[in-house]
């Protein structure tokens, strides 16, 4: 198995199968994630498919879902989009 490291280029990583949000921007501006085959989940720009890929581990990514689940990051939100009050 390749061992797959941060800032890889996303379309580099083959035999995947990414994924978006029903929550996604019908424009096109998601995050996309693809579980990896050695139990990694990556993560990528919708809008730039070819540009890097982060690389979490299965503990790092359930500590985020369960702190966004938790309502830990809805200071990001501001109605209904991300970014900072204006």
Known sequence: MQQVTN???AD????IAWRKSGFS???GE???????PGGDIAMRNSRD????ALIYTQAEITAF?????D????D???????????
Request: glycine share 24%; proline share 12%.
């Open 65 to 69: 879902l369960l702190g966004a689940k």
């Open 12 to 15: 580099q990583l083959v035999g």
């Open 49 to 52: 498919p070819g540009g890097p």
């Open 25 to 27: 921007n019908p424009n």
């Open 76 to 86: 990001l939100i501001v109605n209904g989009s991300a970014g900072k009050p204006g």
């Open 71 to 74: 309502g830990q990051f809805d």
């Open 30 to 36: 998601c995050v996309e994630v693809a579980g990896l």
């Open 7 to 9: 800032g890889v280029p």
